[in-house]
């Protein structure tokens, strides 16, 4: 027993210093304080906010007023941090209070409206008066208020619209939702930033424009048609109203005219006198367009008639004169007149666009422009007329020219036309109404053979012929043909080489030359124009020249004018050879 005893003391003895040197752990330093500091973490930040604030709500109350609106916000907003934030208001007029609560803040111009210069951690509401101008329609025919504003960035915008005594209807302009609750008033939603408007109308009353003195202006048109058996006018009158109301439109006629027809939106006209009076559908405010039919006997000299309203503050005059039947209109006094601008001519109405004849301004009402006619009957030289004489010549350096003519012709009884043409000319076509002709050959003239018949036939001869350009400083004489039968109106064309400047002797003979007249399929009325037709068969189908192409650096030159003669003298030019270059270092 005591042995056992002994051997357990020895074996604890021996087991003791042993698991003493378990329990020790050694490590270094760096390690250690690597795991003291995992074992004691420092406490995590809190994560910033998406944005520095949230505009929640921005609740309107408009008044709207005689001159302004009051207007009067409430905002409820948070902010995350304790800076100073920028919130922007869109715009609202001019702000003349704010209520900040427990923020901190003020009201600032920004860059695009105004803008809440506001600090303080946490929730908020802001309210802010402003007013805004009314605008109001001087020219409606009902009571009418504008008013509007830009809303801020909030996620809900509404409001409450509250009108002025008498206003029956209010309309929102853009993505504005709008109703009107049975308590009164207009209530109203809208996007986030949207510019909100109203229109608010009331009943109707007479603007205050109509309630000054009548002042209006006037722009006239006449288009003056002229045959053996009477003289027709086709009148056209504009008013434009500036202020007051238009009652009757009076206007004196033209001397020795009769009134026929009135068109337009008028309930009644009459003559009194000499003088038209017109009476609208309901008194005018804006514009008031009728259209006139005058009759007087036929005369051999006449005025261009013109159309003057009576009290017109300013009447723009356009006027036009043609003749129907076998005679000649011409121009024997241009008086005060121009040929009109676009703006002036750009509301005439399709039946004084679709009328013959050149359109005039009249500057002057006592100075129009003066017609006079020379009639056909019994004269043997208009047996035969030539309404148009377009001649076309296209002149080269070698001092060669290509040179067309085209004749518009109405026969009453001649069997031929004749042509006397420049010297030296080289014949190389005829064609009459499209079919090829062989003129008779007599001299230098050539006889072209006519139908008889009162619908125009179209007369055309190309060739060549000798025409130099002066060298240096010169004149240019372009020769015309002499005809058997005079020729109401001549027009000309030159293509001529470019490096020199070309001028028109006579400047009044500039002018724009249309295009060639155009033929049509006629079947030949006598036996005489049959014979001379080239393969009568074959000419069914007849072919229209054209007019001389310009080639580059070519000049072109047109004049036009009206006549009466049968022999028309050149066209002269004065032309010169361009300056040398100066060349210089």
């Known amino acids: 027993m005591f042995q056992i005893s002994k051997w357990l003391s020895i074996a604890l003895l021996a087991v003791q210093p042993m698991a003493a040197a378990a329990q020790q752990v050694t490590l270094p330093l760096t390690q250690y304080e690597e795991l003291r500091s995992r074992a004691n973490p420092a406490p995590e930040e809190p994560a910033a906010p998406p944005a520095p604030f949230a505009l929640e709500l921005a609740d309107f109350e408009v008044k709207v007023g005689a001159e302004s609106a009051r207007v009067l916000q409430t905002l409820r907003f948070t902010l995350y941090d304790d800076q100073w934030q920028k919130v922007p208001l869109g715009e609202a007029g001019s702000f003349i209070r704010a209520e900040f609560g427990d923020a901190e803040g003020r009201v600032d111009a920004a860059e695009k409206g105004w803008a809440l210069q506001v600090r303080g951690r946490g929730r908020h509401e802001v309210t802010l008066e402003s007013v805004v101008p009314v605008t109001r329609d001087e020219t409606a025919t009902r009571l009418t208020w504008r ?70 202006e006037a722009t006239t048109a006449t288009a003056a048609m002229l045959t053996h058996t009477r003289f027709k006018v086709l009148g056209w009158v504009e008013v434009r109203v500036a202020q007051g109301q238009l009652e009757k439109l ?23 006198g000499e003088t038209l009076v017109v009476t609208p559908l309901a008194p005018v405010e804006d514009s008031l367009a009728v259209e006139l039919e005058l009759t007087g006997e036929p005369r051999d000299r006449f005025a261009t008639p013109l159309l003057i309203p009576e009290g017109s503050a300013r009447t723009t005059l356009l006027a036009k004169a043609f003749l129907q039947g076998d005679g000649i209109l011409e121009l024997s006094e241009q008086g005060a007149s121009r040929a009109p601008e676009p703006r002036e001519a750009a509301r005439l109405p399709e039946s004084i666009r679709a009328a013959e004849g050149r359109l005039f301004a009249v500057s002057d009402a006592a100075r129009p422009p003066q017609w006079t006619v020379t009639w056909a009957a019994q004269t043997e030289m208009l047996a035969a007329q030539i309404d148009r004489l377009l001649v076309d010549v296209a002149v080269g350096e070698a001092g060669r020219a290509s040179y067309q003519l085209w004749a518009e012709v109405r026969n009453r009884g001649s069997q031929q036309l004749s042509f006397t043409l420049p010297a030296g000319f080289e014949l190389v076509e005829a064609r009459r109404d499209g079919a090829p002709v062989a003129p008779g050959v007599a001299g230098s003239s050539l006889a072209v053979p006519l139908l008889t018949q009162e619908a125009p036939q179209v007369v055309h001869l190309l060739g060549v012929v000798s025409l130099g350009l002066p060298e240096g400083k010169g004149a240019l004489d372009v020769p015309l043909p002499a005809l058997s039968a005079p020729a109401a109106r001549i027009e000309v064309r030159l293509i001529l080489p470019a490096g020199r400047s070309y001028q028109l002797v006579d400047p009044s003979r500039a002018g724009s030359v249309g295009s060639p007249p155009q033929t049509a399929v006629r079947q030949a009325a006598n036996a005489m124009a049959q014979q001379v037709a080239w393969a009568p068969g074959a000419a069914a189908t007849p072919a229209n020249a054209t007019l001389f192409p310009c080639p580059p650096g070519f000049v072109q030159v047109g004049a036009a004018w009206s006549a009466l003669s049968a022999n028309p003298s050149a066209l002269s030019l004065r032309t010169e050879a361009g300056k040398e270059k100066v060349e210089w270092f």
């Open 147 to 216: 008013v509007g504003l830009k809303a801020p960035p909030a996620a809900v915008v509404r409001g409450r619209l509250e009108a002025p005594a008498g206003v029956e209807d209010v309309v929102a302009e853009g993505p504005v939702v709008i109703d009107r609750p049975a308590d009164g008033g207009w209530r109203f939603a809208a996007p986030p930033g949207a510019d909100v408007r109203w229109t608010l109308s009331g009943k109707a009353v007479i603007p205050r424009r109509a309630q000054l003195p009548l002042r209006f």
């Open 250 to 272: 009076r206007m004196p006629m033209p001397s020795a005219m009769k009134v026929v027809a009135v068109r337009g939106p008028v309930t009644d006209w009459k003559v009194e």
